[in-house]
């Protein structure tokens, strides 16, 4: 398995949270109008705080599924590890619900500069050789649909985290969305493209209710993310336990992950707002507050490592 301070073996991983960010920008805005609260020294020091208080809870292993599209700089991340005891996990991708930058437009087969695809060539380039120069190599791909649905860029994204996959043996996670149920639409076009819905991670179902679509997903044969612990303002913790709950007792412990898709610093929703807003939306939630909730509610220790330990360890390496 690849991390930022390179190859640990599959034991190593311990508890995992497979769907996190540490830093979320915009590339462009933030060199041209930069946040006002960001400062990358204190957001470092801050970043390397957090995680390695995480470390004390328990957590081994933190997946920053920011990819293209969200602000990547795995350089800057790199900081981060070099401080922290968790092994930290690079991913590759494009975050994208709608439409790619016009480079894309104009490369690729049959476009007007040509070549293959470049998105083919940076998944599996930042998968077997490393991001940016750094050597950091990746050891997730994450893809996107939301409102807008399958677009002509989706899919093209999709189809080339589809090849790097096959390619490389490195699996899949989604941001989904629930309420639309187009998980399902993701594991028809994965698995159309030959994906093992094994592979897959649908992401963000742990923002649903809705049973019968979470056990299809799960009896498909992908892992759903109940991954968004401490998102409060989309749905209150207590009813995303209620859900593992349910799921658990109809014998689903080894088909869901636990996270949280929280940051260390966003722009999307900066620190100002998650701490009038979200104040549970951090890394601590899920050692602090959710795993005594699921105990409490019945869950036992050894579904709770299979969600933490096993499921995750059994994704990120590859076969
Ligand atoms: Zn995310």
Redesign the pocket.
Known sequence: MQTFRGPVGAGALGRTLI???VFVGSTELDVNHPHPEWDEDRAVALAARQLTELYRLGVRTVVD?TVLGLGRDVARVARVAQQVPVHLVASTGYYTADVLPPFFGTHGPGRLVGGPDPLVEFFVGDIEVGIAGTGVRAGMLKVVTDAPGITDDVARVMTAAAVASRQTGVPITT?SRPDLRNGLDQQAFLRAAGVDLSRVVI?HCGDSEDLPYLRSLMDAGSTIGM?RFGMEHVLPDERRVAVVLELLRLGYADRMVLSH?AATFSRVTPPSWRAAHAPHWRFETIPRRIVPMLLDGGASPEEIERMLVTNPARILVPA
Do not use: N, R, T
Request: hydrophobic share 10%; aromatic share 0%.
């Open positions: 769907h996190e960010h599924l941001h992401g991954d898709d």
